[in-house]
């Protein structure tokens, strides 16, 4: 009898133990879904205050100074978390905490969702949480710039000298004739256009001061030219065409061409990446080798950009802004005839050209219509310049550099 009683004892003994196992493994299931359910869900959140983070930060890559830079940070990072979902949920505005501060460019970006709802926990009284996630971006220091023409333009300086140019006549015309400090191509015939022989022919002689921070482009020494930023709307000579020797002298704005490597210094390399049809990397500093700098064919691919928005054409007043466009308002930032390149040092251009070429900087400039068409001899004989428009350095650039350069990179700091 005892041992009957003891046999039922050890049943009910096991009865009641995988009873307890059997609650231990369903809990642990539940744990086990529900924690990678949150985990998914905590990844998907991550992923979309990253992507938040950078997408406000970009708003401090733009140069013009009457942008509020907070304001649209906090718009594009909103915009982007809308974008995404957590727990196949979309993020709502109310959801997304923005925090921009342009003193250092950062944005941080906070989301926060209560109610996130569980499966099995519910076994143990908890139907749902919430859960978190934060992130932040900068817009900092880069020493690249992308997509680059491969022409480079003297960066502005302070011409101390103002001597008769012995290219200029016969004594009557000095460089800088005002006495202003800056290049200046004057449209003495009324046309519109800089026409070649009218632009102060400057040139970087003993005593000139070059110093990025105080006399370069988009710097308070040249006391401005309107707004929004020093100097925006100056025009700028990027490439002449007149081989008489008063027309074809080194100013201010006189170009070089340079290659990026060994196969791209020819002149069909040079038009293409003027086209567009390459995207050219540049990094301040970094010695580039000088390339052909044949004029003929570069001015085709100069016209080339410019009939991608033939319409357009820039104004002085009562706005200095570009009219016409076929991209409208948004032309800064959409028009083939917004290109960047990049500024040297001026005494390099007094150097040999089998010398090498360094930027300090990289400038964005618009480039300016041509009075030139087949009825008057055919764009490759055209002599007049090819003007340009200074519109700042590359997003996120103000005045000279002092140290580095002044691009900016998104990245997450954390």
């Not at 304001?71 to 997304?96: C, G, Q, S, W």
């Not at 923005?98 to 460019?105: E, G, L, N, R």
């Not at 209560?114 to 009284?125: D, E, H, P, T, V």
């Not at 001026?346 to 009825?375: E, L, Y």
Request: charged share 15%.
């Amino acid at each position: 009898m005892s041992r009957t009683i003891a046999r039922r004892d050890r049943r009910g003994v096991a009865l009641v133990i995988m009873a307890v196992m059997i609650i231990m493994t369903l809990g642990m299931a539940a744990l086990a879904i529900d924690y990678g359910m949150i985990k998914s869900s905590q990844t998907e959140a991550q992923r979309a205050v990253d992507a938040s983070a950078l997408a406000g930060a970009s708003a401090f890559q733009i140069s013009d100074p009457a942008v509020d830079k907070n304001a649209l940070a906090i718009t594009r990072a909103k915009e982007f978390a809308r974008k995404h979902t957590v727990h196949n949920v979309l993020i709502t505005d109310p959801e997304v905490d923005v925090h921009p501060d342009a003193t250092v460019d950062t944005v941080g970006v906070v989301w926060a969702r209560s109610g996130l709802r569980l499966w099995f926990a519910n076994i143990f009284g908890s139907s749902t949480m919430g859960i978190t996630a934060h992130a932040t971006a900068q817009a900092s220091e880069s020493g690249n710039a992308n997509c680059l023409k491969p022409v480079a333009l003297p960066d502005m300086w302070n011409n101390v000298n103002n001597v008769t140019s012995a290219n200029s006549g016969p004594g009557t015309q000095l460089e800088d004739k005002n006495g202003n400090h800056v290049w200046d191509a004057p449209d003495l015939n009324g046309n519109g256009i800089v026409d070649p022989g009218e632009f102060e022919p400057w040139t970087f002689n003993t005593g000139d001061v070059y110093d990025p921070p105080t006399t370069g482009y988009g710097t308070t020494f040249r006391d401005g030219y309107t707004a929004p930023v020093k100097d925006y709307g100056r025009q700028v000579l990027l490439q002449t065409f007149d081989q008489s020797p008063s027309g074809d002298r080194l100013v201010s704005s006189y170009f070089r061409t340079w290659q990026d490597n060994a196969n791209t210094g020819g002149v069909d390399s040079l038009a293409a990446g003027i086209r567009g049809e390459r995207c050219i990397e540049a990094s301040v500093g970094t010695p580039y080798t000088q390339a052909n700098g044949a004029k003929e064919p570069l001015q085709l691919a100069w016209e080339y950009i410019i009939n991608q928005d033939a319409s357009a054409h820039w104004q002085d007043t009562p706005t200095a802004t570009v009219v016409g466009s076929t991209f409208g308002t948004n032309w800064l930032t959409q028009s083939p005839r917004v290109v960047v390149v990049g500024l040297y040092p001026p005494a390099m251009a007094n150097s040999p050209s089998s010398n090498p070429i360094q930027f300090t900087n990289f400038a964005k400039i618009w480039i300016d219509q041509r009075p030139c068409s087949a009825t008057s001899g055919g764009l490759g004989t055209c002599k007049n310049p090819i003007t340009a428009r200074f519109l700042g350095y590359v997003e996120g650039g103000t005045g000279g550099p002092t140290t580095g350069s002044l691009i900016k990179r998104l990245v997450l700091i954390k």
